[in-house]
C-alpha cells in the first residue's frame, strides 16, 4: 500500500480482529456480532458460530460454540449452554458471556490446561442474548436513566420468561397419578402460544441433547434452582413463598452452591436488600413464576438448568464490567466444569449400535433422562452409589450398580447379548471440587 490512509485504514481493520473483546463496554447488537466473529477469528478451529433463528425485529440469535470438532457431538461428550440477556434490559450477562467467550479463546491459545481439557471434553455453547430486541430499547435509555421494566420483554411486549409451555402443571397433576416425570410433551397448539424467541429455543434445545445450562439474568444477586412454580395452588399472591423441590433437589443446591462460592460475594447471603442462605434459593420458595425457562428445561428435556441473578443493577455502568467480571469468571468457568458430575455411558444392541431414547432410571429419584441419538447419556449425580437402570420398548431392561466418586473417574461395565437385549455401560466420574480461594474477590 503507497497511500498513507489506505494503510492506515487497513491497520486498524485488521487490529480490530486482533485486540480482544475484552474493553469492558456496552455492546449493542452489532457490536456484539463482531466481538463474537472476532473470536471464531481467533480461535477457528475450536469455535462455531450458528443463529437458531431471529426474533421479531429479525435479529440472529446467535450462538457461540466451543468444542476441539465444532459442530459435530462427540459421544460421551457432554453439551453445556448458556444463556444471557432473556429480559433485554438484564445486560450484565450479556458482557460477562462476550467476556466468556474472549477468555475462553485466549486461554486455549495459551494453552491453559484447565481451559484445555475444558473445551476438549465439553461442547459449551454460549449464547450472549436471547432477546436482543429488547436490549436495543434499553440501551437507547442506557443506564443512568434506564427504567426498571424498559426492554424487558421482547418486541411484542411479551416476557420471555413467562412464555414457555407450562409443563409444571401438567406435572403436579401427573405426580399424583404416577405419571411421566420427564420429557412431558408438549401440548398441541404450543406454537401458537409462544413468542419468536421463545420458538427458537425450544426447536434448539430439542435437537442439541443439553446436559447442564445456566440462565443469566440481573435485579439480585443469588442462583435460583427449580422449581420455579409451586405446586400449591391455594395462593393467588404473586410472590408467594412456597419451598416447591425437584426429585433432584440436593444435586440442583450443590450446583447453585458451586456458582455462589465461586463468586466473589454472592455466597455472603446479603445483597441488594435480600438475604439467601449460601447465596442460593429454591424459586418457588423466593416467589412463584409460571411458564419459565428453567422448570421447561428439566421437563421437557435432559438439562438441569439454574437461573443466574448477578447483579442488583439491572443496566450496571461501565466502569463496572471489569469488576464484575472479575466476580464471575472463576464461577462461570466451575460451573462448566460441573457438567463432569454424575455417570455416562452408551445404551446400545446386541450388534453395538446405539438405542436412542432410551430411559436412564435411577432408583430413589423420580425423575429420569434418556439417551441421545448416538445411544450415549448423561446422568448429573452427586457423590454416592446408585442402583441404575436402562430400558427400551424391544429389549430387556439392564441394571447396574455403581459408584460416583469425589475424585477420578472410574469405569462400570455390564455387558449381556441375548436375542433381546440391550446392554448398559456406565462411565462414573465426579468432582468434588472447593472454589479457588486464590482467585475471590475482596467485595
Known amino acids: 500500500l503507497t497511500d498513507s490512509r489506505a494503510f492506515s485504514s487497513a491497520f486498524r481493520l485488521l487490529s480490530s480482529f486482533l485486540l480482544p ?70 445486560v450484565l450477562g450479556r458482557e460477562l458471556l462476550l467476556q466468556l467467550s474472549e477468555f475462553l479463546c485466549e486461554e486455549y491459545r495459551r494453552s491453559n490446561e484447565r481451559i484445555t481439557r475444558l473445551i476438549h471434553d465439553t461442547r459449551i455453547h454460549i449464547m450472549p442474548s436471547m432477546n436482543p430486541d429488547g436490549y436495543e430499547v434499553a440501551a437507547k435509555q442506557g443506564p443512568d436513566s434506564n427504567g426498571y421494566l424498559t426492554g424487558r420483554n421482547n418486541a411484542n411486549g411479551v416476557d420471555l420468561n413467562r412464555n414457555f409451555p407450562d409443563l409444571n402443571t401438567f406435572m403436579y397433576y401427573s405426580g399424583e397419578i404416577s405419571g411421566p ?4 410433551p408438549l401440548p398441541d397448539n404450543w406454537k401458537s402460544q409462544v413468542e419468536p424467541e421463545t420458538l427458537a429455543v425450544i426447536q434448539w434445545i430439542s435437537s442439541y441433547n443439553f446436559v447442564l445450562s445456566a440462565n443469566l439474568h440481573g435485579g439480585a444477586v443469588v442462583a435460583n434452582y427449580p422449581y420455579d412454580k409451586s405446586q400449591d395452588q391455594r395462593f393467588r399472591s404473586h410472590r408467594r413463598t412456597v419451598n416447591t423441590p425437584t426429585p433432584d433437589d440436593k444435586l440442583f443446591q450443590k450446583l447453585a452452591k458451586t456458582y455462589s462460592y465461586a463468586h466473589s460475594w454472592m455466597h455472603r447471603g446479603w445483597n441488594c436488600g435480600d438475604y439467601f442462605a449460601d447465596g442460593i434459593t429454591n424459586g418457588a420458595s423466593w416467589y412463584s413464576l409460571s411458564k419459565g425457562m428453567q422448570d421447561f428445561n428439566y421437563l421437557y428435556t435432559n438439562c438441569f438448568e439454574i437461573t443466574l441473578e448477578l447483579s442488583c443493577n439491572k443496566f450496571p455502568p461501565e466502569e463496572d464490567l471489569e469488576r464484575q467480571w472479575m466476580a464471575n469468571r472463576e464461577a462461570l468457568v466451575a460451573f462448566i466444569e460441573e457438567v463432569h458430575q454424575g455417570i455416562k455411558g452408551m445404551v446400545s444392541d446386541e450388534n453395538n449400535n446405539g438405542i436412542a431414547g432410551a430411559v436412564i432410571s435411577v432408583q430413589g429419584i423420580s425423575h429420569d433422562i434418556t439417551s441421545g441419538d448416538m445411544g450415549d447419556y448423561f446422568r448429573l449425580l452427586l457423590p454416592g452409589t446408585y442402583t441404575v437402570t436402562a430400558s427400551a420398548e424391544g429389549y430387556q431392561p439392564q441394571t447396574v450398580t455403581t459408584t460416583v466418586g469425589p475424585a477420578a473417574p472410574s469405569l462400570v461395565s455390564q455387558v449381556e447379548r441375548n436375542a433381546h437385549c440391550q446392554w448398559l455401560q456406565a462411565l462414573c466420574f465426579g468432582r468434588h471440587r472447593a472454589p479457588h480461594s486464590s482467585q475471590r474477590g475482596t467485595e
Open 21 to 90: 473483546v475484552a474493553h469492558f463496554l456496552h455492546h449493542r447488537y452489532e457490536e456484539m456480532v463482531q466481538a463474537l466473529f472476532r473470536v471464531q477469528s481467533q480461535c477457528p478451529y475450536v469455535t462455531r458460530i450458528y443463529s437458531i433463528g431471529r426474533s421479531v425485529e429479525g435479529r440472529h440469535l446467535y450462538v457461540l460454540e466451543f468444542s476441539d470438532y465444532p459442530g459435530i457431538h462427540e459421544p460421551l461428550e457432554p453439551e453445556f449452554k448458556y444463556v444471557g440477556n432473556m429480559h433485554g434490559n438484564e
Open 181 to 184: 416425570n420427564h420429557h412431558i
